[in-house]
C-alpha cells in the first residue's frame, strides 16, 4: 500500500529541539522529492522544507532557516525533520509529503500528519 | 514570493448547485517555455490531510470525480464544483508552484452545504 506516515511530534518548550520521522512505504522512495508541510491549529498550509531524491539538495522557507535540517535515509525510505530552537509558531501538524513526479513541487501522497506543540 | 489569495473565504451552497472558488497569484505562474499553468488544487476535509484535486491548472488527479474543474491561466484561477455533494464540505486550497522555493499556498475556502 502506497503511504506515508509521521511520528516523534509531542509536546515541547520552547527553545528545545524535536525530530520528526515520515516512514514511507508502496513506492520507490529514491525517485521523488520528498516535503514537509504544516499546518497550525485552525489555520492555512505552509510549505516547510524540501529534500531532493539523493539528499543533496535542501530548501526551507525563510522562517525555519538555520533551525530546521531536512534529511532523507533512501535505504530506510524514512525522511525526517531536525526541529532546533522550536518557538510557539512552531506549533503545528507536520505533514510528510511526496513531491509529484518529475521533480515538481507539488503533492500527490501526504501523511496524517504529526502534531508539535511547542508550549512552556 | 509569490502571494496567492483565495476568494471568498467561506461560502454555502445548496446540494447539487455550483460551487466556484477563486484564486489568484501575484505574479503570473504560467510558464512561457511550455506553456503550463504551475497551479494545483487541493481538498481537505476536517481531520483528514489535504488531498490533490488539480494540476497544471486544469488536470484532474487520477480518481476525482469530473465535477471538479479547474481553469484560468495567468494570474487568475478558478476551481469549480459543477453540482455539490454532501462529501465535497471540505477546505480548498490552491498552490502555485512555478516560483520556488518557497512554494506558496492560498488561505483556503470552506465550503458548507446552505
Known amino acids: 500500500q502506497v503511504q506515508l506516515e509521521e511520528s516523534g511530534g509531542g509536546v515541547v518548550q520552547p527553545g528545545t529541539s524535536l525530530r520528526l520521522s515520515c516512514a514511507a512505504s508502496g513506492f520507490s522512495f529514491s525517485r521523488y522529492r520528498m516535503h514537509w508541510v504544516r499546518q497550525a491549529p485552525g489555520k492555512g498550509l505552509e510549505w516547510v522544507a524540501v529534500v531532493y531524491d539523493d539528499g543533496n539538495n535542501k530548501y526551507y522557507v525563510d522562517s525555519v532557516k538555520g533551525r530546521f535540517t531536512i534529511s532523507r535515509d533512501n535505504s530506510k525510505n524514512t525522511l525526517d525533520l531536525q526541529m532546533n530552537s522550536l518557538r510557539g509558531e512552531d506549533t503545528a501538524v507536520y505533514f510528510c509529503?511526496?513531491?509529484?513526479?518529475?521533480?515538481?513541487?507539488?503533492?500527490?501522497?501526504w501523511g496524517r500528519g504529526t502534531l508539535v506543540t511547542v508550549s512552556s | 514570493d509569490i502571494v496567492m489569495t483565495q476568494s471568498p473565504d467561506s461560502l454555502a451552497v445548496s446540494l447539487g448547485e455550483r460551487a466556484t472558488i477563486n484564486c489568484k497569484s501575484s505574479q503570473s505562474v504560467l510558464y512561457g517555455f511550455n506553456n503550463n499553468n504551475y497551479l494545483a488544487w487541493y481538498q481537505q476535509k476536517a481531520g483528514q490531510p489535504p488531498k490533490l484535486l488539480i494540476y497544471?491548472?486544469?488536470t484532474r488527479e487520477s480518481g476525482v470525480p469530473d465535477r471538479f474543474s479547474g481553469s484560468g491561466s495567468g494570474t487568475d484561477f478558478t476551481l469549480t464544483i459543477s453540482s455539490l455533494q454532501a462529501e465535497d464540505v471540505a477546505v480548498y486550497y490552491c498552490q502555485q508552484y512555478l516560483n520556488t522555493p518557497p512554494l506558496t499556498f492560498g488561505g483556503g475556502t470552506k465550503v458548507e452545504i446552505k
Open positions: 509529503a511526496r513531491g509529484f513526479s518529475g521533480g515538481f513541487w507539488f503533492f500527490d501522497l
Open positions: 497544471w491548472a486544469s
